[in-house]
């Protein structure tokens, strides 16, 4: 009997190695199955978005994987959202903890990997493929980034349950993600402290579960190995449901995170795709109405959404009260996306589980995505300031969607808001926002010598005016500025004169693509009439018009930002400041969108300030450069009225009362209006003046005459 019972546990055993063995296997083939099809499901969905070829420069985007993904470079870099300091401390400990989380991860996948070979073949060890010495480091890596997860773990939950600085509240999706992150870290560590008291002895490589296994000594060793074994399948188990939960969660960014930024654009930000508005078929020319007509790479954008609301904490609208979360018209594509699915019985349970019953119940509604999933007024609200892509750590383009759902809004359902409608009546009659006459755009030149290019077809540059330099008066006094300054450098110069319109950047990014290939192409069709090369503006907007969208029109011209030019003449020498003309105490600088974000100038207007003389050094305003506030004029705001919440101008002279500076200077017309009416509104024309770069340069800089009288000595 003895005999028998002795000879019968080996195979016992063996038998019981074998079947742990083949449920293990079905359970890896089931799981892969399903994450497989999972995957073709959404896949699928995905693909039926517009094409769009983004397969080049594969070194450069193997790059930005390294530096944005493995490095999460725009995870942990610094970003000036407007908040409490104790909320700003919160969110800065928040990125680090997610970068915590993240590489432990990828720490922890080593592990899970051998675990999961084991599964299949019991004998397999790092330290078999690697050596003791290499396996043991590993180990004790991955023991070590369990605990850390952990703790990072606790925090999180702290900080969303707590604090709450998120936009969101902690959902039972969430809850889920964090609770399967925990079992994982807390089955590794009961695995192996088990294994330790089981075999008498902590295991060689696991530092931090011998130190659990310490606390679980009186445990007998055939308690601790049946535990161990428990324990080993409830992370095998957590791990591949983990697996095909994951594109259903909030975390699908896991898998969609990493194609994302390869597949980010890597030219020029911020253009406007060109509709085809010579297409028969409506749904040819490009204007988006549901999920299929983005394309690809922005559908896949909603998957890739790691939630962090970055973007929202940013978005001038939404710190002023108005409607507009980006992160939620990024998920509303995706909802929509996600509602075209074949619903079946695991879809609602998952629903019905991450949302509840009546959320489960309209899951599968399909709802026009315009104007209902995502609301007129948030669409209108934004001002296309790119800060929301700005911080994005995963390269989502949400101004783009935007303003693409604005094409929506004015081209097929057409409900445009009474003041962009009168704008666009303006634009169309007469050729500017304003609505004042086309034949009155030279009127700020009369007595001041400036020559058009009918006069001087020669001209090196073409001084671009734009609407604003010619038709508001504050403007014009910027516009003459510059025209000082260019003639004291000795810039050679003309301007279009009346045959110059609207560059049609208002119109486009509020939606009137029709509108501004009417006006774009005109100009186009006249500055190569003129054999234009090389252009000057004082305007953001016109500079990244001309500069990044005409080309779509057969428009190639070198375009400059008039700071650009007045830095390089301020250090050829061709201007000279006078010491004697200061300007103020301290000056500080309002970044323009359009300059900034958008087309990547932030040194150009401060180099060019700081050679202004001033009493005191220039003032940076807490938020500035790529985290700049927008001043509320761009994406066609300029010409709507502020009916929702606060007004985003207020919100950003309040910042500069606040520096001290007694002069904020602007780089774009739009901001110097935007900056005066918030000073004006606040009553503070006696605290700081709003001021142009060209128009302190021109009244600080020394005058030809000036210059003669000092003698080459002096002026030199």
């Known amino acids: ?117 084991q599964g299949l073949f019991p004998s397999f060890s790092l330290a ?33 349950v707590v604090l709450q600085p998120r936009l969101i509240p902690m959902s039972r999706d969430a809850a889920a993600i964090l609770g399967a992150i925990a079992t994982l870290m807390l089955t590794h560590l009961g695995v192996h402290a088990l294994r330790g008291v089981a075999a008498g002895a902590p295991e060689p490589g696991f530092p931090m579960s011998a130190l659990l296994g310490q606390g679980l000594a009186g445990v007998s060793p055939g308690a601790a190995t049946a535990g161990a074994e428990v324990l080993w399948w409830v992370h095998v188990f957590t791990v591949l449901a983990f697996l095909n939960y994951l594109l259903y969660s909030k975390h699908s960014h896991i898998i969609a995170a990493l ?13 406007v795709a060109k509709l085809n508005l010579e297409a028969d078929d409506m749904t040819q020319t490009g204007v988006v109405s549901d999920y299929k007509d983005f394309t690809w790479r922005s559908l896949l954008d909603g998957f890739a ?20 979360s980006p992160m939620q018209v990024i998920h509303d594509i995706r909802d929509d996306l996600k509602s075209r699915l074949n619903r079946g019985p695991l879809d609602r349970i998952l629903e019905t589980f991450q949302h509840g019953k009546e959320a489960a119940a309209k899951a599968g509604e399909i709802i026009p995505l315009i104007g209902t999933r995502t609301s007129e007024d948030a669409l209108w609200a934004c001002t296309t300031c790119g800060a929301c892509q700005q911080v994005c750590p995963v390269f989502i383009e949400h101004p783009e969607k935007i303003i693409q759902e604005r094409q929506n809004l004015v081209l097929v359902q057409e ?20 609505g004042i006459g086309a034949d009155k755009r030279m009127d700020w030149a009369t007595g001041h010598d400036v020559p058009t290019l009918d006069d001087k077809p020669d001209a090196e540059y073409l001084l671009w005016v734009g609407c604003a330099g010619a038709y508001d008066d504050r403007i014009k006094k910027q516009t003459l500025a510059l025209v000082d300054v260019l003639k004291e450098g000795g810039v050679d110069f003309a301007v279009l004169g009346l045959e110059e319109g609207c560059t049609g950047d208002p119109a486009r990014r509020s939606g009137n693509e029709m509108l501004y290939q009417m006006q774009a192409q005109q100009n186009v069709e006249n500055m190569n009439a003129k054999k234009v090369k090389k252009v000057i503006t004082a305007c953001p907007h016109c500079l990244h018009t001309i500069k990044n969208e005409y080309p779509q029109l057969g428009g190639n011209f070198e375009v400059r930002h008039h700071t650009q030019l007045i830095r390089e003449l301020v250090a050829a020498g061709k201007i000279q400041m006078d010491a004697t003309k200061t300007q103020g105490k301290a000056v500080t600088l309002h970044d323009p969108c359009y300059l900034g974000r958008w087309n990547g100038e932030y040194d150009a207007p401060r180099d060019v300030l700081d050679a202004v003389p001033t009493t005191d050094a220039r003032i940076e305003l807490p938020r500035n450069r790529e985290n700049g506030f927008c001043c509320g004029a761009g994406g066609g705001r300029m010409w709507m009225e502020e009916k929702l919440g606060t007004r985003v101008n207020h919100n950003r002279v309040d910042e500069v009362l606040a520096s001290g500076a007694d002069t904020v200077a602007t ?14 509104d606040r009553n503070a024309t006696d605290k700081v003046q709003v001021l142009n770069v060209s128009e302190l340069v021109a009244r600080s800089m020394k005058r030809k005459k000036e210059l003669e009288a000092t003698g080459p000595a002096e002026a030199s």
Request: glycine share 6%; net charge positive.
């Open 1 to 117: 009997m003895a005999a028998a019972g002795i000879s019968a546990c080996p195979a016992l055993r063996y038998d019981r190695r074998t079947m742990k063995r083949a449920l293990f296997a079905a359970l890896l083939l089931a799981s892969i199955a399903g994450f497989a099809w999972t995957l073709r499901r959404f896949g699928r969905l995905i693909f039926a978005g517009r094409p769009k070829d983004l397969s080049d420069r594969p070194g450069q985007r193997l790059g930005s994987v390294m530096a944005f993904f493995f490095g999460q470079k725009k995870v942990i870099e610094r970003a000036a959202i407007p908040a409490a300091r104790a909320q700003r401390l919160v969110t800065a400990i928040g990125s680090r903890y997610h970068f915590l989380i993240f590489w432990g991860f990828i720490v922890i996948t080593i592990g899970t990997t051998e675990t999961l070979i």
């Open 305 to 324: 959404c790691t939630e962090c609301a970055r973007c929202t904490n940013s978005c001038p609208a939404y710190n002023t009260g108005k409607p507009l």
């Open 667 to 680: 780089a774009c017309p739009f901001c110097t209006i935007m900056l005066t009416d918030g000073v004006n």
């Open 128 to 160: 078999a493929l690697l050596g003791d010495p290499v396996a043991h480091a590993l180990w004790a890596m991955m023991d070590v980034a369990n605990v850390l997860v952990l703790v990072t773990l606790v925090f999180a939950v702290f900080r969303r």
């Open 415 to 434: 409900k445009v808001p009474p003041d962009l409608a009168r704008t666009f009546t303006n634009l169309e009659r007469n050729g500017n926002p304003w």
């Open 259 to 271: 194609p994302n930024i390869y597949f980010r654009n890597l030219d020029q930000r911020g253009i």
